[in-house]
């Protein structure tokens, strides 16, 4: 189970943490990810990160502002999201699976999403 918090409202040039915790044993085997979805849209890929914490991938709209980390012995990964433009405005996900993806529906597991307002 993946249990998202850590949005909320924020005004343009704000900053937020999103953190997501598992309730998996072997959280430390899995790959993370936070994806994101407004209305109407298809859900997209925002950041990735391994399973030991070594690699991370960004969204090319998300890079320089954003950063994924995780802490295993917490069973925990964070966004911390700086300069947030209302674009960003969505419901975030975190997603967890066995493989290093940008890919949805290569991961089976997902949190129940948290809301980022975004205002301008």
């Known amino acids: 189970q993946l249990q998202a918090s850590g949005g909320g409202l924020v005004q343009a040039g704000g900053s937020l943490r999103l953190s997501c915790v598992a309730s998996?044993?072997?959280?430390?085997?899995?790959?993370m990810g936070w994806f994101r979805q407004t209305p109407g849209k298809e859900r997209e890929f925002v950041s990735g990160?391994?399973?030991?914490?070594?690699?991370?991938r960004y969204a090319d709209s998300v890079k320089g502002r954003f950063t994924i980390s995780r802490d295993n012995s917490k069973n925990t990964v964070n966004l911390q999201m700086n300069n947030l433009k209302p674009e960003d405005t969505a419901v975030y996900y975190c997603?967890?699976?066995?493989?290093?993806?940008?890919?949805?529906?290569?991961?089976?597991?997902w949190g129940q999403g948290t809301l980022v307002t975004v205002s301008s």
């Open positions: 997603a967890a699976g066995p493989g290093y993806t940008i890919v949805t529906d290569d991961f089976p597991r």
């Open positions: 998996e044993r072997t959280f430390s085997l899995l790959n």
């Open positions: 990160i391994n399973y030991s914490g070594g690699s991370t």
